[in-house]
């Protein structure tokens, strides 16, 4: 595991994506698939209905078979659309790409004028996104702080997904990041303290 406190966020955000983008569309893949069969077979997902997953895209690890595999299983998919103004998640059920919009960066968000709103007490489980994480589960995400406001206060289950690349031995830490509870890689699951 490398160390990472002695880099800034911006530089360190920078430095992952690239490590990300450095992994070969064929490894890519395999590993999507391996960390995907962890995810279903995990206690996280069999005992959750409600379930809150944002819409990846590439170099991130791909959730758009989790979203499908929900849909089939009967369960609530939400997906969270940002509020940049307020810098909050507002997650929306999703039961179609077609109810999906492009918003900034290219990111995926739910469409507000044709899904339901899903009040945070309602998801039993969410699936935190982030570029860099360490064992204890402090994540880097993507600057903004939309999650660490979310999750303050959340009390269902939290879990990230990740390549083994996105393992490292520390990050700068502030007093409101919030870990996840558990990190599923291609290599193993982390249950984080």
Known sequence: MKRRDDMDKKE????????LKAISPLEYEQKCFEIEQRFFRSDFWKNSEVVAVTVSKPPEVNTWNIIKRGWEEGK???????????????????????????????????????????????????IV???????????????????DRFLSGFNGHTLSLAFSEQLVENLPLESFDIPVAEIITENGRIHCE
């Open 129 to 147: 996104p982030g570029l860099a994480y360490t064992e204890k589960g402090y994540r880097l995400g993507f600057g903004g702080g939309y999650y």
């Open 12 to 19: 360190l955000r920078r430095s992952q994506l690239d490590l």
């Open 76 to 126: 609530t998919i939400c997906v969270p659309k940002c509020m940049p103004k307020t810098k909050e998640l507002i997650f929306h059920e999703l039961n179609s790409f077609q109810e999906l919009e492009t918003v900034f960066y290219g990111l995926f968000e739910p469409t507000p004028s044709i899904t339901k709103r899903v009040h945070r007490d309602s998801i039993q489980s969410v």
